[in-house]
């Protein structure tokens, strides 16, 4: 087996529209939320999100570009970009036939869906839809506009299991570079969601919380007043190359990714098993798949979303996998400060355990503030500041609607 490792990172998201930013934010503990500024959101009972903030396509694109390109295909573009540019890679010197994308999206073009949708139907008549309606909404889009900008001619296509497609995505380029299949390979999640209908239909399900008068804190991941999820968006880049391909180039090594799993909790459409089966299955499945044990773990950026139940399943999962050496983890849920991205959450955890690992700090849980009798207090949640540790071994969990898990292990090199 080939080893895999990170040699380029790109990041959008509400607490930074760049790596670094976002890096910054995350070790500071800034929340992104905030009252939604796209549309007037009074009639629900959710009016908070987590928006990027400041992101003008047309700094990006040419304005025809803008109308074709739904904005979860802008995101992966710009973070696909950065990753490049981040990795230093020079594209005229690889086979570009070994080099390709696999991404992740959970919904796709919502947003196109929601505005063509409602201008067909405008008037009377036969509904006129726009051309572009299909090639913007089609979730595998993203990776091919990643593509045809590279010349990537390689591998090409997208992961679409809810929270966990682009924790998927990730995995699956792992296997496809570590199998010997390609040298290169772009890979993350992106996801643009905050629009009426995604509102709307969260805020139906109860799934959000309704925090309105106090967004800034709404996201309190195992506190014991949390009451829902943060609605986030954005878009989070992977460059993984084969070890001694990223060597023999001079490429510098963020991190190794070591190993991964996928399991389904065969449970429920939206709910977690209670016991947490499949995510204490999901996590051993990767911890034997990196040939590790469970005492060489030193943190877990969790799924952590803020709902009630979610919660308590995950931390039950990671007390059965690690038993006693739960307590000397650091665990984080960086879904407080941005939010949860949906299909592109996988992709910005991941880089939140690659920050962890390069610069030896733990990323917070922000806005606890109570905490919850249900849950052990031994357990070391990272409550509200970054807590400096040397991290040698980080591990990312996301899980999706429709009981889809999967793991991530990532090495310090």
Known sequence: MKRVVVTGIGAITPIGNDYDSYRKGLLEGRSGANIISRFDASQFKTQFAAEVKGYNGEDFFHKRDIRRIDRFSQY?????????????????????????????????GFETIENDIEEATRNTGPPRYSPFLIPKLIADIAPGHISMKYGFRGVNYATVSACASASHAISAAFDYIRLGRGDVIITGGSEAAITKAGIGGFSSMKALSERNDDPLTASRPFDKDRDGFLLGEGAGALILEEYEFAKARGATIYAEVIGCGATADAYHMTAPHPEGLGAMEVMKFALDDAGIEPTDVDYINVHGTSTPLGDIAETKAITKVFGEHTFKLNISSTKSMTGHLLGAAGAVEAIACIVAINESEIPPTINHFTDDPELDSRINFTFNKAQGRNVNIALSNTFGFGGHNSTVIFKKV
């Open 76 to 108: 992966a573009l710009v973070v696909a970009d950065e990753a490049i540019n981040h990795s230093r890679l020079d594209i005229e010197k690889i086979n570009l036939s070994r080099a390709g994308v696999i991404w992740g999206s959970g919904i796709g």
